[in-house]
């Protein structure tokens, strides 16, 4: 867990994180409604990845490239849903996605930008701790040392906007032991 005495990297602008966001009960509430849904494998084009998913609200289609209305969110996830919505210092009607994600030991993200349709995006995690990284999105800035590693411990939040989400893209290192997230996005 980061304490005061951790020290964050410096983080681009945009970029937000809260160790803590949610307690050990309430993520326990949130595994137990995941628990509830049924999880598919991840398509991204003609690619399956080893995480598995569930899409609420509107979701993106990679292959078509079109966002289209999908399964109302389920109402278990309204309490995080208001709370990150305070976080982000909207309305939580704004929260246009929810995506729950499972992450098998060994998964990885791979670098890339959220859906271009998402505008804000707040990521909770649950179950197990990663390695959140950050690059800027033009590649004539990328190196090794552009590369900003952030522990993003179970029970935090996340939030990417403006530059954060615009000129940067992130990945995750592989997990060493399952892990949940619920991604949150509110369209452009």
């Given at each position: 867990m980061l304490t005061l005495f951790d020290e964050l990297p410096i983080l681009p602008e945009g970029f937000y994180y809260y160790p803590d966001f949610i307690n050990q009960v309430e993520e326990q509430q949130l595994l137990s409604a995941i628990q509830q849904i049924e999880l598919h494998a991840m398509e991204f084009h003609q690619y399956t990845a080893k995480r598995k998913v569930a899409s609420f609200g509107y979701d993106y289609n990679f292959s078509s490239r079109q966002?289209?209305?999908?399964v109302e969110i389920p109402?278990?996830?309204n309490w995080v849903i208001d709370r990150a919505a305070k976080q982000l210092m909207i309305d939580p009607d704004q929260i246009a996605e929810l995506l729950v994600t499972e992450y098998p030991v060994g998964s990885v993200i791979n670098w890339h930008r959220d859906a271009p349709p998402?505008?804000?995006i707040a990521g909770i995690s649950l179950g197990a701790d990663c390695i959140f990284k950050?690059?800027?999105y033009d590649k004539s800035l990328q190196s090794r040392k552009s590369i900003i590693s952030l522990p993003v411990r179970q029970r935090s939040l996340y939030i990417m906007q403006g530059p954060a989400r615009t000129e940067w893209e992130h990945s995750t290192a592989p997990v060493t032991d399952v892990r949940y997230s619920v991604t949150l996005r509110t369209l452009k």
């Open positions: 966002l289209t209305k999908g109402v278990s996830f998402f505008e804000s950050l690059r800027p």
